[in-house]
């Protein structure tokens, strides 16, 4: 089965080689630059979008195109950064610019710790149509980056029932509670299908 995922984020392709126990193809080494307008409601459109837009690019009927979306929400900023995680701090942003422009705008508001979550959102395309599955990861942010591991808002989340951020614990503990992780467990069991 040849999987090409739906990203060209490093971290974010590497993470998902990891998990799955597979290879996966970056689409942009089939398709090159191809433009796909993100412009769905909900981290589950945008993965939708994503997967559908490359699918049909392909045109190769046999292959299986992964896409994920996701991203962290903070209630208490009216949901923000939410679908716009990944360009918080404008298009094309890095995510460390992203990670402290949401460090600043609790800073802004005197919020030194508060809850949040990550979501995770994935669609699988193929020539049996789209399926779309789910994980969470519920913890808080803090107004500071500690730690260098992960990536993206990691050295700012605090995982529920830990006292340390994502940037800061073991690579093996974040893929087993991570928001992802647990998304593309249930999206193994709808690959384990077609083989």
Do not use: C
């Not at 529920?160 to 647990?182: C, N, P, Q, V």
């Amino acid at each position: 089965m040849k999987v090409i995922l739906a990203s060209s984020n490093k971290g974010k392709i590497k993470e998902i080689e990891q998990m799955m126990h597979m290879d996966v193809i970056p689409y942009k080494e089939l398709l090159g630059d191809l433009e796909i307008v993100e412009d769905g409601k909900s981290f589950k459109e945008n993965a939708i979008i994503k997967a559908k837009t490359i699918y049909d690019a392909l045109g190769d009927k046999e292959a299986v195109v992964i896409s994920d979306d996701s991203g962290i929400t903070v209630p208490i900023l009216g949901d923000e950064p939410g679908i716009y995680s990944a360009r918080y701090a404008g298009v094309g942003a890095s995510d460390k610019e992203n990670l402290y422009k949401l460090i600043n705008r609790l800073k802004e508001k005197g919020i030194k710790r508060t809850p949040a979550y990550y979501t995770a959102a994935i669609a699988i395309a193929s020539k049996y149509g789209i399926d779309t599955v789910h994980g969470w990861m519920w913890g808080e942010v803090i107004d500071e980056a500690r730690g260098k591991k992960g990536f993206g808002y990691d050295p700012m989340f605090i995982p529920k029932g830990f006292d340390k951020t994502l940037g800061e614990l073991d690579e093996e503990i974040k893929k087993s509670i991570s928001h992802r992780a647990k998304a593309l467990e249930l999206a193994k069991i709808i690959l384990k299908r077609w083989e």
